[in-house]
Each structure stands twice: as structure tokens, then as C-alpha cells.
């Protein structure tokens, strides 16, 4: 079964940085785009981020340009999403997703094209 595991989320203050993990289990993160999203209380999903191995290889939500970075660790199969400088608009509960429906698929910043999704993982940011 192919499944996306989440972690890394908690509880920050302004300013601070956190550093979340993508795992997926029966395939290949390498060979799809992954993208990060996230969704506030009484907000619509959003993508922040995405990762792929067609051009554009990279995809950042222009309020995270510049705070946050999605890298890849090949050898352990993990999606990182660095996120620095957060502030009480990060907060939301964060997803990764990937796009199994064809192999090197491009990133995309809605959520429809994505067929997999983990499980979430909270992200708090307060004073």
C-alpha cells in the first residue's frame, strides 16, 4: 500500500524555525512530484511548496519565498520542507502529497492533481 507518513510539526514562537518530514512507504519519492500543503482553520487548502524532477523543479507559495526550502534526501527517501522565520500565518496543519498518477509528474500548486496524501502534521505558531 502505498502511504505518505508526516512529522516535525509542534509549537513555535515567531521568528522560529521548523523542519518537516515526507516518508513514503511502497514507492519511489523520487520519481514524483511532492508537494507540501497546508490548511488553516476555516481556510481552503493551499500549496506551499513542491518538489519534482521536470522544470520547473521547485514550486514556493509567494508568501513563503525566501523562509522556507524543500530539499530531498535520496538515500533515506524524505521530502524536508525547512521552514524558517515563521509567523502566526504559517500556522495550519501541514501535508505532503505526491502525484503517482504518472512517473517524473510536475509540480502543480492546487491539490487536485495529487492522489496521495500523508496524514498531516500540526504547525503552531504563537506569542
Known amino acids: 500500500q502505498v502511504q505518505l507518513v508526516e512529522s516535525g510539526g509542534g509549537l513555535v514562537q515567531p521568528g522560529g524555525s521548523l523542519r518537516l518530514s515526507c516518508v513514503g512507504s511502497n514507492f519511489d519519492l523520487d520519481t514524483y512530484a511532492i508537494g507540501w500543503f497546508r490548511q488553516a482553520p476555516g481556510k481552503e487548502r493551499e500549496g506551499v511548496s513542491c518538489l519534482s524532477r521536470r522544470d520547473p523543479p521547485t514550486y514556493y507559495l509567494d508568501s513563503v519565498k525566501g523562509r522556507f526550502t524543500i530539499s530531498r534526501d535520496r538515500g533515506t527517501k524524505t521530502i524536508y520542507l525547512q521552514m524558517n522565520n515563521l509567523n502566526p500565518e504559517d500556522t495550519g496543519i501541514y501535508y505532503c502529497?505526491?502525484?503517482?498518477?504518472?512517473?517524473?509528474?510536475?509540480?502543480?500548486?492546487?491539490?487536485?492533481?495529487?492522489?496521495?496524501w500523508g496524514q498531516g502534521t500540526q504547525v503552531t505558531v504563537f506569542s
Open positions: 502529497a505526491a502525484r503517482t498518477s504518472y512517473e517524473y509528474s510536475k509540480c502543480a500548486p492546487n491539490s487536485t492533481p495529487y492522489n496521495t
